[in-house]
């Protein structure tokens, strides 16, 4: 190909600083080094996460970045020692790695590699691994891959090889928000048939936990959301209730209590509140209630009585939904051309890169569930 081996200009959305717009610019990408890999993106979806860095922490040393996290794409070119991956194949690119080789990816109980970008850094890629550059400066590579881009540099143990056959502006979801929701359910819960289950927040990350409880076999699936625009939706992806804290007057997690004689089995908090974490403990049954933290937030300490896990609940986190990268999402790709996950039912809107900061706005007030953002042309 004309472009391997030399630097791509193209068109990227950057965070110049926190708290201001996206500027579509024109950025280079240098070629990739050893072990890494050169992708075109076609698309990528827009995630509470991206928001969460350019609004809510506001780390003044994570800018100015390009954000994007949820994206798939085509191999452009490699770099030396890739053996994996050649020009063409369809890929998604991951925010956590899976080398193959340190002791948590030996371990099956874990999908926290310590080799990637993350290792170091929790929200950017570090000057010296990115590739990007823009009006002479360094532009950080937010969460390692950066997907508001028309081409990214990722090393290889964080690239996942996907079913040539799989459509790119859907499965691109699979990168992070539905992979985490249902993965918290089914490895990190481990929602069990016949259980019932209780999912707070409704984005696609929640959903995707309604779906997973779902097809663990949850009999009972009691979606809570202060948007009531999001009970319809919920009901697509299999919940059997849905709750509306703002209807009631008592705390939701005696609500949920009463409806539940005692509490729920599993519940899984899919917003970024420490409120909503500590009301999502509470609402578990005693004795062998599994709380899971999915939310995303840095900023706050969260509090709960030690009585409430004495009692016997258990109260885990999930980094996206427990699975290992590279072995979990193209198992979602599958899953999702057998018919077994669902995708398309997240995608409310459609744009361009051009339009992120519409969509960007949209997810801001609620008004969707997920705006899949088409970046280049496959
Ligand atoms: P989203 O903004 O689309 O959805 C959040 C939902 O929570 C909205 O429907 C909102 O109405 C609802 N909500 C807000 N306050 C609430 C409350 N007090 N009670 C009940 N519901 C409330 O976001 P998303 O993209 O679905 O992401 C959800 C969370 O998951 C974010 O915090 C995101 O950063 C996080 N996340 C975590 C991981 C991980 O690996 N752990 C990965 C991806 C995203
Ligand atoms: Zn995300």
């Not at 081409?151 to 079913?163: C, E, L, S």
């Not at 625009?229 to 209590?257: M, R, W, Y």
Request: charge should be positive; proline fraction near 4%; include cysteine.
């Amino acid at each position: 190909m004309a472009t391997a081996g030399n630097v791509i200009k193209c068109k990227a959305a950057v965070a110049w600083e926190p708290n201001k717009p996206l500027v579509m610019e024109e950025i280079e990408v240098a070629p990739p080094k050893a072990n890494e890999v050169r992708i075109k993106i076609v698309a990528t979806g827009v995630c509470h996460t991206d928001l969460y860095h350019l609004f809510e922490s506001m780390h003044k040393d994570g800018f100015p970045a390009v954000l994007g996290h949820e994206g798939a794409g085509i191999v452009e070119s490699v770099g030396p020692g890739v053996t994996e991956f050649k020009t063409g194949d369809k890929v998604i690119p991951l925010f956590i790695s899976q080398c193959r080789e340190c002791r948590f990816c030996k371990s099956p109980k874990t999908n926290q590699c310590e080799k990637g970008w993350a290792a170091r850094h929790y929200d950017a890629m570090s000057v010296e691994d990115s590739r990007f550059t823009c009006k002479g400066k360094k532009v950080l590579q937010f969460m390692g891959t950066s997907t508001f881009s028309e081409y990214t540099v990722v090393n290889q143990m964080a690239v996942a090889k996907i079913d040539p056959a799989a459509p790119l502006d859907k499965v691109c979801l699979l990168g992070c928000g539905i992979s985490t929701g249902y993965g918290a359910a089914v490895n990190t819960a481990k929602v069990e048939p016949d259980s019932t289950c209780a999912v707070f927040g409704l984005g696609a990350v929640g959903l995707a936990a309604v779906m997973g409880c779902k097809a663990a076999g949850a009999k009972r699936i009691i979606a809570v959301d202060i948007n009531p625009e999001k009970a319809e939706k919920a009901k697509v992806f299999g919940a059997t209730d849905f709750v509306n804290p703002k209807d009631h007057s008592k705390p939701i997690s005696q609500v949920l209590s009463e409806m539940t004689d005692g509490g729920v089995d599993f519940s899984l908090e899919c917003v970024g509140n420490v409120g909503v974490m500590r009301n999502a403990l509470e609402s578990c049954v005693k004795g062998w209630g599994v709380s899971v933290v999915v939310g995303w937030t840095d900023l706050y300490d969260f509090a709960a009585r030690p009585i409430q896990l004495i009692a016997g609940r258990t109260w885990k986190g999930s980094l996206f939904g427990g699975f290992k990268s590279k072995d979990g999402v193209p198992q979602m790709v599958k899953g999702y051309l057998d018919k077994k996950v669902k995708l398309d039912e997240f995608i409310t809107h459609n744009m361009t890169l051009a339009q992120v900061n519409d969509a960007i706005e949209l997810m801001k007030q609620g008004k969707c569930i997920r705006t899949v953002l088409s970046v280049s042309p496959q």
